[in-house]
């Protein structure tokens, strides 16, 4: 079963450009959670939201709860950003479980 | 703080032996995980923890067992090791329910 898709699987950008990533899910959700894996492996959370719109330097996380879709932007991309993204949604009716995306494969080229 | 630690970081097991990972946390976080990750497929929950003494099975709990003796320490167990075992384990934590998780650096284990 697959409660979360991502799109696209995998992304190249060049440096300076403006990223997009989506997260779609199909049940209700009490929380969604945008993480980055880098390449090294490690998880670090980015977001967590459910409602409108979360900030934090050049990344912006925003939810439509209505059409069950999330994105992430990445404003002026860099080198540094190139990750796996992961969306992961904690659906109502799970109480205390997430369920996570295959991931977004992000390059941004100098 | 160190966060969230895993030891260890990397293993090779034989099909049939048996090993413990252990997942540590500083922030004195009630909940805590152990997933998967394998090529492919999104990281998937194995079990979790609400608190100290509790364990409860996640989406993929055959083979592995947990403990919870103290709020700080999540311990997995593979009693005796399979092949399809073979994967990269996360350790996380959580404050409570619906907040934020916090990963460790994960554990590559291989069995051949």
């Known amino acids: 079963k697959n409660e979360v898709e991502q799109s696209p699987q995998n992304l190249t950008a060049q440096e300076g450009e403006f990223i997009t990533i989506n997260c779609s899910y199909s049940?209700?959700?009490?929380?969604l959670h945008w993480l980055q894996q880098h390449p090294g492996g490690g998880i670090v959370s980015l977001f967590m939201l459910s409602s409108g719109k979360k900030k934090h330097g050049r990344l912006i996380a925003t939810i439509n709860i209505q059409e069950k879709h999330s994105s992430l932007h990445i404003t002026a991309s860099h080198p540094r950003d190139s990750a796996v993204y992961i969306c992961a949604v904690g659906l109502v009716n799970t109480g205390n479980q997430f369920y996570f995306g295959t991931g977004t494969s992000l390059t941004v080229i100098p | 703080n160190a966060g969230v630690t895993q030891t260890p970081k990397f293993r090779v097991l034989k099909t049939g032996q048996s090993m413990t990972l252990l997942c540590a946390q500083d922030?004195?976080?009630?909940?805590m995980y152990w997933y998967r990750q394998d090529p492919g497929m999104g990281l998937r929950l194995i079990h979790y923890?609400?608190?100290?003494?509790?364990?409860a099975k996640g989406e993929v709990p055959d083979g592995y067992n947990v403990s919870r003796l103290k709020k700080q320490n999540f311990l997995l167990g593979l009693e005796s090791a399979a092949p399809s075992q073979t994967s990269v384990y996360f350790c996380?934590?959580?404050?409570?329910?619906?907040?934020?998780?916090?990963f460790g650096p994960g554990t590559r284990l291989t069995v051949t």
């Open positions: 996380a934590s959580s404050f409570h329910k619906g907040y934020e998780q916090y």
């Open positions: 923890s609400v608190g100290e003494g509790t364990t």
């Open positions: 049940v209700g959700i009490s929380a």
């Open positions: 922030m004195n976080h009630e909940y």
